[in-house]
């Protein structure tokens, strides 16, 4: 039992760690394709309002959620190993 | 004498980096089995070679029984495998079914006059002087020696998956190189030199003129 609570905490850590990162990582990519296109339009709304507004869009979008797969895609693999190793 | 350390540095980097894929990635050999058994075994300095009891056994006490796979393979060598779990601990083959494969070994147990080979899956090493056995992971029958023991695809997946990260690294590094360090480095040598030329300057206003 000892040995699965530490493969899972230690697993969950290193995880979110990359979850984390991957996250600041993509909002902060999204935010310089928000004030790159606020240069490049009309201009007609204040430049941090358009890239606030942008930035909400963002945070309640797919693609968002997608990053979740960070942690979805070890567990499936480690399922399949386990399935493969012990029980085919 | 930098060169023929950084030699010595990356042979032997790479040097472990190939041992280590060789023991931990997932070998098949084509055996026939011919016995298995069970035997206590103390650790000692070969402890690192073996892997972990029995999940949600005691993984405190010091000594254990291991149970083993002899067998003989296609090329008349003689081949002993251990068989032991791996659990959720290093390598990650999640190995929990140890009592189980042993009886599909035993099943497939055969004589040298009647013979039933088998494609056992392991990793690890088998060496004489450290007593240790590469581990089994799993057995399957086949109809002979000429089966084929199919294409080793993970190997292949993960080798290229490693290789494919060290060369994003090394990319990087050296684009970062010649944009940061090299230009750094000069800047720093050239900033010596000038350096040099004041200090002497100034050295020389203390000689007497003549």
């Known amino acids: 039992m000892i040995p699965f609570v530490y493969f899972t905490v230690i697993g969950f850590g290193v995880l979110s760690v990359v979850y984390i990162s991957l996250s600041l990582y993509s909002r902060a990519v999204r935010r310089e394709k928000l004030e790159a296109k606020w240069e490049a339009g009309p201009k007609l709304i204040n430049r941090d309002a358009f890239v606030k507004r942008g930035l909400e869009k963002y945070d309640s979008s797919i693609r968002r959620k997608l990053i979740l797969g960070v942690y979805i895609g070890p567990v499936v693999v480690i399922a399949l190993i386990i399935y493969l190793t012990n029980f085919s | ?210």
């Open chain 2, 1 to 210: 004498m930098t060169t023929v350390i950084k030699w010595v540095f990356w042979v032997t980097f790479w040097v472990l980096v190939a041992a280590f894929f060789h023991y931990t990635l997932p070998q098949r050999d084509m055996v026939r089995v011919v016995d298995t058994f069970e035997q206590r075994v103390d650790f000692g300095e070969n402890s690192i070679f073996w892997a972990s009891p029995d999940v949600g056994s005691d993984a405190t006490a010091i000594n254990r029984d291991v149970l083993f796979i002899q067998a003989v393979r296609d090329n008349d060598r003689v081949m002993v495998y251990r068989n032991e779990d791996t659990g959720w601990s290093w390598p990650p083959y999640f190995k929990f079914d140890t009592k189980n494969l042993q009886t599909e070994a035993a099943d497939l147990k055969s004589t040298k006059a009647d013979p039933q080979w088998a494609v056992i899956t392991h990793y690890g090493w088998r060496n004489e002087f450290l007593s240790i056995f590469p581990n089994a992971i799993s057995i399957r029958p086949v109809v002979g020696p000429d089966a084929g023991k199919g294409i080793p695809w993970l190997n292949i997946v993960v080798l290229l998956v490693f290789f494919a990260i060290i060369y994003a690294i090394w990319v990087r590094w050296r684009r970062f190189k010649a944009a940061r360090i090299t230009p750094t480095l000069d800047a720093m040598e050239d900033g010596i030199a000038e350096q040099r030329e004041g200090f002497s300057r100034w050295l020389g206003t203390w000689r007497s003129k003549k």
